[in-house]
């Protein structure tokens, strides 16, 4: 099977930490990376991060630099996102998403060039 997995979501208070994971099968880190992307009740998807083995680092949009941190383990063939100091703005039902992974330098917070998403989990935060 081709697909991806998002698990972890949950119930938070503010200012409380989440770790969601996102598991890959049937590809290859080194041809593809991962992004991550959140949607809000009434709100559009946007981008939070993504992730590649070729790439120099993970990047992240403005909104949550410096709270949350995107890392791979390649060897579980998984990618997580670890959400630090969370706020009720960061409640969302939260997305992992393919990109093929010459395309993360220009297309990395655009979801219309991901080619396979998970189901998607969601993450509550108290305020």
């Known amino acids: 099977d081709v697909q991806l997995q998002a698990s972890g979501g949950g119930l938070a208070q503010a200012g409380g930490s989440l770790r969601l994971s996102c598991a890959a099968s049937?590809?290859?880190?080194?041809?593809?990376?991962i992004g991550w992307f959140r949607q809000a009740p009434g709100k559009e998807r946007e981008g939070v991060g993504c992730?590649?083995?070729?790439?120099?680092?993970?990047h992240y949009a403005d909104s949550v630099k410096g709270r949350f941190t995107i890392s791979s383990d390649n060897a579980r063939n998984t990618v997580y996102l670890q959400m630090n100091s969370l706020t009720s703005g960061d409640t969302a039902v939260y997305y992992c998403?393919?990109?093929?992974?010459?395309?993360?330098?220009?297309?990395?917070?655009?979801?219309?060039?991901?080619?396979?998403w998970g189901q998607g989990t969601l993450v509550t935060v108290s305020s």
């Open positions: 992730i590649s083995s070729s790439d120099g680092g993970p």
């Open positions: 049937g590809f290859s880190f080194d041809e593809y990376a």
């Open positions: 998403a393919r990109i093929e992974a010459f395309r993360i330098g220009y297309y990395c917070f655009l979801d219309a060039f991901y080619d396979l």
